[in-house]
């Protein structure tokens, strides 16, 4: 009898930690002020692209394109909260695609990402962000020239 209330008394202890845990309120994951969230290069091509934008969690980016002055700025609203969904969302990744792997003019697209988030992002949801930071790639390099 008294090996039951053991067992019993330890259960109920188990349930009760459980249950206290269920209403805590959920933190949203960060990262560290000044930290980088997001760093893309464009590097090769025909062109010869050497452009890399470098984007912090809070927001802040660093753009360097070869013969153009550096450029330091703050992303709109708008775009610091679609990285803020991404950062809760998905959790770090690379992903690098060449056009024309160890031939001439290959062109190199590297994104490193360092979400919060648990889940693994698909191949289209990376993608997802190669094609949203090469758009705002392409918007500062117009403005530098």
Request: contains cysteine; proline residues 5%; glycine residues 8%.
């Amino acid at each position: 009898m008294k090996k039951r209330t053991v067992i019993l008394s330890i259960g109920l202890l188990l349930a009760l930690a459980a249950l206290c845990t269920c209403d805590r309120p959920r933190t949203r994951p960060t990262l560290e002020p000044g930290a980088v969230l997001l760093s893309y290069e464009r590097t090769g091509g025909i062109a010869g692209f050497q452009d890399r934008l470098v984007i912090g969690a809070d927001g802040e980016y660093y753009f360097d394109s070869q013969g153009h002055p550096e450029r330091i700025g703050t992303l709109s609203a708008e775009r610091r909260t679609q990285l803020q969904s991404w950062l809760e969302n998905w959790s770090a990744f690379t992903l690098t695609l060449e056009d024309n792997p160890g031939g001439p003019d290959n062109m190199k697209r590297e994104v490193i990402w360092n979400g919060a988030g648990k889940t693994t992002p698909t191949q289209a949801e990376q993608r997802e962000v190669l094609q949203w930071v090469s758009a705002l790639l392409d918007e500062l390099s117009a403005v530098n020239r």
